[in-house]
């Protein structure tokens, strides 16, 4: 990439600090501010649902039937009377070899169900900045992120009773503004999603969360679900969700730090080019004896990724399957077979997946829409391990895992060569460099001309990598305000109304950012507060150009069947 990108016009903007107050409107001040305040209601545009109708089905034959089959070859003979709840209950509790499809114990990584104590009467409940609910289409309470849920019911049929009001005009409520607070509601009748939040994220960013909540409540029971409130509006659903709390409250966390939620992209483990091939033409033999998808992963990146022929796996689909294996304890201890459902792939029924982990960051995950071909994935996981252990990639991830990736301080001086290698990137640079760029380098933080951290997304890929996070943004509660200013220029940059833009080059108090997209990438750079505008544009495309040098290694390139 050219230096002529330092002549691309951006326009400076002068930004505010968030000012970030916790919410004190209990429901009384909500329901008493509803008739006064400004808030945004509109017929909904057309979006593209967590549920799309386009992608390919698992099998040819109908929900029940799909169902039906998996309960008598995975979980015994069915009952012909059994409920759709009772279906999808057995689905979710029964897995192969006696496995538990969910840990009831808390994590030790990310907590599970907190504060079930408090209510809306309770001052701590209140001082939450960022609540989510879900309800019933009847308002009764299904999910809180704090609280008990049951403790709610009279909030939650207030808020039915807003979305409610609003259909009756005839228009469907998007956004409830409330002073600092957003009222940000997502209708997948008969389920109602509401965000309501404090954090000074866009709309934008906040129903994408709200998007993939629902998704992830499609994961685990798929839309089936619905018929249960077709037979009966007053449904509780619940029980059905019983055993999740640690799943949902890693997404919830997740919110906070990873930049797919946003980006709606994935991101891979780096790795040698070779080392890559190798798992790559395993897990292909493996999809050629029919697997739907064959993932390897480490922790939420993905080593190596095949599908079958025609088969489509989105990016959002691979971020809550990751949650959903990550975030549940007991499918780390054994080998296990469990239905998943695919919101992206098809949302109306369940997939089997085979989960096994090598080590205690290194996973496999097999799909397919066999309910009988346990023994067929066994027999496939154990070819896989001997491949990757005789080749010594799981080593190869480790040491990958244990070394990170790109680091701003690393960033070459010059536009380097198409060879060059991972294997160089934690190396520190020549502490010798021409006079005319000695200036790059005077920042004792960060990289040159105090770059702190960068995103870069392939467009054609949808696939991102991200710098590792360096001084001086060492603490969780920096790298989530940076986290929280790459959300607002993102939704800056593809807002619908008044873009979408080219550039954009925004100063305040905590960074310099800038933003450059074009139809081949995204690139989304933080900067020292004081850094200068004609060096940063200079140091985005040095960046550019050393992501381009290691695509190889950081990015699925070969022969990736994944387009959407």
Known sequence: MSSDSSCL??????????????????????????????????????????????????????????????????????????????????????????????????????????????????????????????LSNS??????????????????ATL?????????????????????????FLVKKPIYLVCISCTDEPYESLRGQLELLYGQIILILTKSVNKCFEKNSKFDMTPLLGGTDLVLSSLFHS??????????????????????????????????????????????????LVSAQKAVLHPDDMLLLANFVMSSESLRTSESFSPICLPRYNPMAFLLAYIYYFDNDTYLVLLTSSSDSFFHLKDCRILIEKVLAKSKVLSEVQRSLSEGGMRVENLPTYPSTRSESLLHLNESRPATVPQDRLHESVSSIGGPAGLWHFIYRNMSLDQYVSSEFSSPITTHRQQKRLYRAYQKLYASMHDKGTGPHKTQFKKDNDYVLLCWVTQDFEL????????????????????????????????????TPFTW
């Not at 308002?139 to 939650?156: C, M, N, Q, T, V």
């Not at 039915?160 to 940000?184: N, T, Y």
């Open 9 to 134: 016009s951006f326009s400076d903007e002068e930004g505010q600090n968030p000012n970030i107050h916790s919410i004190d409107h209990s429901l009384d001040a909500i329901e008493n501010q509803l008739s006064s305040i400004a808030f945004s209601s509109s017929i909904d545009e057309e979006t593209p649902s967590v549920a799309n109708n386009h992608h390919e089905p698992v099998t040819n034959g109908s929900n029940n039937e799909i169902e039906s089959e998996m309960r008598r070859n995975s979980f015994g003979e069915s009952n012909n009377n059994a409920s759709v709840a009772d279906d999808i209950q057995e689905h979710r509790n029964n897995v192969s070899d006696g496995g538990e499809l969910l840990d009831s114990v808390q994590s030790q990584r990310v907590p599970g169900k907190r504060h079930i104590h408090e209510d809306d009467a309770s001052m701590s409940w209140r001082e939450r900045k960022k609540h989510f609910f879900v």
């Open 139 to 156: 308002g009764k309470p299904i999910l809180s992120r704090y609280g008990d849920e049951h403790k709610l019911a009279g909030f939650s």
């Open 160 to 184: 039915q009773a807003i979305v409610s009001f609003v259909e009756d005009g005839g228009d469907h409520i998007k956004l409830v503004r409330a002073g600092k607070h957003q009222v940000v």
């Open 255 to 304: 919110f906070s730090w990873n930049p797919a939620t946003f980006l709606h992209a994935y991101t891979c483990l780096p790795l040698p080019y070779a080392t890559r091939q190798i798992a790559g033409a395993v897990l292909q033999d493996v999809a050629e004896s029919g697997v739907l998808f064959a993932m390897l992963m480490c922790k939420y990146k993905v080593v190596s």
């Open 524 to 559: 989304y750079a933080a900067f020292d507060p004081l850094a200068d505008k004609g060096l940063a544009i200079r140091i985005c495309n040095r960046v550019c150009q050393w992501v381009k040098d290691v695509e190889n290694e950081i990015f699925l390139v070969a022969g």
